[in-house]
C-alpha cells in the first residue's frame, strides 16, 4: 500500500498543508497586526464586553468547583453548619471504597472503549460519506439522530427495547434462535457495562461523524487532484492524504470524547442506576448517591475532586503527548 | 468541484450504498421502533415483541397530547432552554468579539479561561452548584435557576467557536465603518452580528438542544409541576414501567422538537463547526 517511487514524498503534501487549510491559526498568530496600545475608552469597552461571561462562569463554574473542595474537608450532612473538619479523611474513604475505585475504573474503561470503538467506524464512515453518492444529505441526517436524542431518552428507550423477555431485543433473538441471558443484558452484572457501552456507541457515533466530516470539508479540492495526478487509489488517498490532515479534528474529537466519558451520568442513571451489583457505577453516580441519597456530602465533594483531578490529569498529559503535534506541525 | 477530484473522492459504488445503508438503518432503526411501537398495544408488544404496529392504534400518542402534565413539562423545558440558548449566545458573542477583534494585553489569558471551562465537569460542581442556587439565590424551582448554570456551563464552547468565525471577518469592513465615523459598538452591532449569523446559529442551536436534553441539573433543581421532559419522561418510565407502549409514545413526542430543530439546521452546524475543529 505504499506509494513506489514518490514523485512527492508523500509527508510533503502533508506538512505544508495548502494555503487556506488553517485560517484561524493564520490570522491569530501568522498575521502579525498593527500592536496599537488600546486607549482608556477601549479598555472600558472591552471590560463592558467581557464581564458578563466572565460573571456567569465565575458564579456558576468557579464558585461550585471550589466550594466542592471545601465541601471534601469536612464530614457535612446537608444541613447546619460546616464545622467539622476532618482534613483529607473523605479522601481516605472514597480512595479506599471499592465502590469508587471500582466507579473510577468503568470510566477508563469507558473513555478507551469510546476511542477504540468511535475512531475507527467514525472515520470509515465520514470518509465514505464524503465521497459523491445520491441522497448523501438524507443519510448525513439521519445518522445524527441518536446525537441530538436526550441521554435519558435514549436510555429509556433502550431500557425498553432491552426488558428481558417481552424487550424487542430478546424477541428478535429468540428469533435467530439465541437465547437471551436469564436476567436481562441490564441485569446481568457480566454484561451490563458492555451494554451500556453498546448504548454510548450508538448514541456518539454522529457526533464523531458529524465533527470528521465537518474537518473534511475544510480539505481542499486541490489535495484530491494532486493525490489523483500522482496516481493514488482511493485508498492510498485517503490514508495517507486526508487522514493525516484530519489530525487535528481526530484529536480534538478524542479529548472532547475522553471529558465526556469521564462524567458519564445520565444514561447510566436510567439504564442500570449504576447496577447491577455495582457493575456499571461511574464516578458521577457514585457522588450523585453519596450526596444527594445518602446525604454524605463530604464524601461526595471528595469524590468529585477526584473526578477533576482526573480529568485535569488525563487533559495534561493530552495536551503533552499528543496535541504538542499540532503546534509543532505549524511550523 | 471538478470532475477530477471526483475520481479520487471516488463516486458511489454499490458497497458504499449497503455501508451507508446499514449505518443508517442502526442509528434510525432503535428510535424507529420506539415511535412505531408508540402506535400498538401493550398486548401486541406481549405477543409479538419485534412486530409492526396491526391495527395502528392512536390512543398512546393521544393520551400523551392532551395530557397536561405533557404540556407543562414540554413549557418548562421550552422556557429553560430559551432562557439558556439567549444569555449563553448574548454573553458568549459579547466575549469572544474583543478576544477576536481587539489586541489588549490580557486577551490570551482570558480567552485560557474559556478554554479551560471546557474541563470543568458539571459533575464535580452539581452538589455545591446546587445547593448554591436552591439556599443562597432562592432559585430552586424556577426556569431561571437552571437556566443561568447552564448558560455559564455552555459559554466555554461558545466561545471557542465563535472567536475563530469572528477572527476571520475581514478587518477592511471594520476599518471603513470607523472611518464612516462609527464606533467600535456599532461595528459589533452592525457588523459582526449580522455577519456572524451562522456561528450564531451554529452555538445557539447546541446550546439550546443541550438545555432540551439535560438532566442532571434539573433532577436536583426541579420538582413536582416545574420538572422538564427528560425528567418527567425518566419518572414515568420507572413508574409505569410495564407500560411499554405509553412510555415510548411519550419518549417520541418529547424528543421531536429537538430532533426537528437540530435536524432542520444541520448543514448550518457542520459549516459553522469548521472553525473549531481545525485544532
Known amino acids: 500500500m505504499s506509494l513506489t517511487p514518490p514523485i512527492v514524498a508523500p509527508d510533503q503534501g502533508v506538512g505544508d498543508p495548502a494555503p487556506g487549510v488553517r485560517p484561524d491559526e493564520l490570522s491569530s498568530r501568522r498575521r502579525p497586526r498593527a500592536v496599537r496600545r488600546t486607549t482608556g475608552r477601549e479598555r472600558l469597552e472591552i471590560l463592558v464586553f467581557v464581564l458578563p461571561a466572565l460573571v456567569l462562569m465565575a458564579l456558576f463554574v468557579g464558585w461550585p468547583v471550589l466550594s466542592a473542595v471545601r465541601m471534601s474537608l469536612y464530614r457535612w450532612r446537608g444541613f447546619g453548619p460546616m464545622d467539622d473538619f476532618v482534613g483529607l479523611d473523605n479522601y481516605r474513604r472514597v480512595l479506599t471504597d471499592d465502590v469508587f475505585t471500582q466507579a473510577v475504573t468503568h470510566n477508563l474503561t469507558i473513555v478507551v472503549l469510546s476511542i477504540l470503538i468511535q475512531l475507527p467506524l467514525g472515520l470509515g464512515a465520514a470518509l465514505l460519506l464524503n465521497r459523491r453518492m445520491r441522497g448523501r444529505g438524507v443519510v448525513r441526517t439521519l445518522i445524527f439522530v441518536p446525537y441530538v436524542l436526550a441521554e435519558v431518552i435514549a436510555g429509556v428507550i433502550w431500557f425498553q427495547l432491552l426488558i428481558p423477555e417481552t424487550g424487542v431485543v430478546d424477541g428478535l433473538l429468540g428469533g435467530v434462535g439465541v437465547a437471551a441471558p436469564d436476567q436481562g443484558f441490564l441485569g446481568t452484572p457480566g454484561l451490563a457495562l458492555g451494554t451500556v457501552m453498546a448504548v454510548l456507541t450508538w448514541k456518539y457515533l454522529g457526533l464523531a461523524i458529524l465533527l470528521f466530516l465537518a474537518g473534511l470539508q475544510s480539505v481542499p479540492e486541490e489535495v484530491y487532484e494532486a493525490a489523483q495526478l500522482d496516481g493514488a487509489s482511493w485508498w492510498q488517498t485517503q490514508w495517507r492524504v486526508v ?18 466519558s469521564l462524567q458519564l451520568f445520565d444514561m447510566v442513571w436510567v439504564l442500570t442506576g449504576g447496577g447491577p451489583a455495582n457493575a456499571t457505577t461511574t464516578m458521577a453516580t457514585y457522588l450523585i448517591t453519596q450526596g444527594t441519597q445518602r446525604g454524605n456530602y463530604g464524601i461526595a465533594g471528595a469524590a468529585s475532586v477526584v473526578l477533576f483531578v482526573i480529568g485535569v490529569v488525563m487533559a495534561a498529559l493530552y495536551q503533552r503527548l499528543v496535541l504538542r503535534r499540532d503546534t509543532r506541525i505549524e511550523r | 468541484m471538478s470532475t477530477v477530484s471526483d475520481r479520487a473522492r471516488g463516486g458511489g459504488n454499490p458497497a458504499v450504498y449497503v455501508i451507508a445503508l446499514a449505518v443508517v438503518a442502526l442509528s ?84 485560557m479561561v474559556f478554554v479551560l471551562g471546557l474541563l470543568f465537569p458539571l459533575a464535580t460542581a452539581i452538589i455545591p452548584l446546587s445547593i448554591f442556587v436552591s439556599r443562597d439565590l432562592q432559585l430552586s424551582n424556577t426556569w431561571w435557576g437552571v437556566a443561568l448554570p447552564q448558560a455559564a456551563f455552555a459559554l466555554p464552547v461558545t466561545v471557542v467557536i465563535l472567536r475563530p468565525f469572528l477572527m476571520a471577518l475581514p478587518r477592511e469592513l471594520e476599518e471603513a465603518a470607523l472611518i464612516d465615523g462609527s464606533s467600535r459598538i456599532g461595528v459589533f452591532w452592525r457588523i459582526a452580528l449580522p455577519l456572524s449569523r451562522p456561528a450564531l446559529i451554529t452555538v445557539g442551536v447546541l446550546a439550546f438542544v443541550g438545555s432540551w436534553n439535560s438532566y442532571l441539573l434539573p433532577l436536583l433543581l426541579l420538582q413536582g409541576e416545574m420538572r422538564t421532559l427528560p425528567l418527567g419522561v425518566a419518572d414515568y418510565s420507572t413508574q409505569y414501567s410495564a407500560d411499554t407502549a405509553g412510555v415510548l409514545a411519550f419518549t417520541t413526542v418529547a424528543t421531536l422538537p429537538a430532533l426537528i430543530l437540530f435536524l432542520a439546521l444541520q448543514g448550518r452546524i457542520v459549516n459553522g463547526l469548521q472553525g473549531a475543529v481545525k485544532g
Open chain 1, 243 to 260: 487522514v493525516p490532515l484530519l489530525g487535528p479534528t481526530i484529536r480534538t474529537w478524542c479529548f472532547l470524547s475522553m471529558i465526556g
Open chain 2, 28 to 111: 434510525v432503526g432503535p428510535v424507529l421502533y420506539g415511535a412505531l411501537n408508540g402506535f400498538r398495544s401493550n398486548e401486541q408488544l406481549a405477543s409479538n415483541p419485534a412486530g409492526l404496529p396491526d391495527p395502528w392504534r392512536l390512543d398512546n400518542y393521544s393520551s400523551v397530547l392532551t395530557s397536561g402534565e405533557f404540556w407543562r413539562y414540554a413549557t418548562n423545558s421550552m422556557a429553560v432552554a430559551a432562557l439558556t440558548t439567549l444569555v449563553a449566545v448574548g454573553a458568549g458573542v459579547m466575549a469572544a468579539y474583543p478576544l477576536a477583534r481587539y489586541d489588549f494585553r490580557f486577551r490570551e489569558p482570558v480567552f
